[in-house]
T-cell receptor, first 112, second 116 residues
Framework: GENVEQHPSTLSVQEGDSAVIKCTYS??????FPWYKQELGKGPQLIID?????GEKKDQRIAVTLNKTAKHFSLHITETQPEDSAVYFC???????????FGKGTMLLVSP | GAGVSQSPRYKVAKRGQDVALRCDPI?????LFWYQQALGQGPEFLTY????????KSGLPSDRFFAERPEGSVSTLKIQRTQQEDSAVYLC??????????????FGPGTRLLVL
């Protein structure tokens, strides 16, 4: 089955800095890669996703890149703000299966 | 519109007790998923429904776990004879379409289960 590795497990940045979270996956058949943000006591919320026919996608301060050859994808947050502080999860979906496989999460702390 | 709702939000059970967790998906969503999230970990897949059909239950950890979605809308996850290792947050997600790419999964707030 799919295995998703995510790092770092924690990331502390100053407000205004950029933050990068990286994930690798094992199943070359995976073709959909969402990123979720989870705040304390809440369910994960989709913030951006990318499909395997695209190398990069951007939405305001958030961007995701995908390298299918190397089987890794990354989340980039620019101009970080304190409200960006949360746990971020990457995930991968293999169209041959019905399930998302999640990474273990990155706790991002943005200090004012 | 309303998102995915789950009830109860918190449940404390004594070891050996049966529990039932409810999920109300977004209206009209075809697919429904249950995940288990241990403390400090990412969600792990339990089971998946397309309408009322349970198409994948490969993630259910034991035969003490049972899920149903009899009318293709509300779903219930039942855990019989709860054990301490069942303590976790149980997340429900729904998707408008089937699970192939294009079916974004929207998560509920979860039910936090503590087994004493």
């Amino acid at each position: 089955g799919e295995n998703v590795e995510q790092h770092p497990s924690t990331l502390s940045v100053q407000e205004g800095d950029s933050a990068v979270i990286k994930c690798t996956y094992s199943d070359s058949a995976s073709n959909y890669f969402p990123w979720y943000k989870q705040e304390l006591g809440k369910g994960p919320q989709l913030i951006i996703d990318i499909r395997s026919n695209v190398g990069e996608k951007k939405d305001q301060r958030i961007a995701v890149t995908l390298n299918k050859t190397a089987k890794h994808f990354s989340l980039h947050i620019t101009e970080t703000q304190p409200e960006d502080s949360a746990v971020y999860f990457c995930a991968a979906l293999n169209s041959g299966y019905s399930t998302l496989t999640f990474g273990k999460g990155t706790m991002l702390l943005v200090s004012p | 519109g309303a998102g995915v709702s789950q009830s109860p939000r918190y449940k404390v059970a004594k070891r050996g007790q049966d529990v039932a967790l409810r999920c109300d998906p977004i209206s009209g969503h075809v697919s429904l998923f249950w995940y288990q999230q241990a403390l400090g970990q990412g969600p792990e897949f339990l089971t998946y429904f397309q309408n009322e059909a349970q198409l994948d239950k490969s993630g259910l950890p034991s035969d003490r776990f049972f899920a149903e979605r009899p009318e293709g809308s509300v779903s219930t996850l039942k855990i019989q004879r709860t054990q301490q290792e069942d303590s976790a947050v149980y997340l429900c997600a729904s998707s408008l379409r089937t699970s192939v790419p294009g079916g974004t999964q929207y998560f509920g707030p979860g039910t936090r289960l503590l087994v004493l």
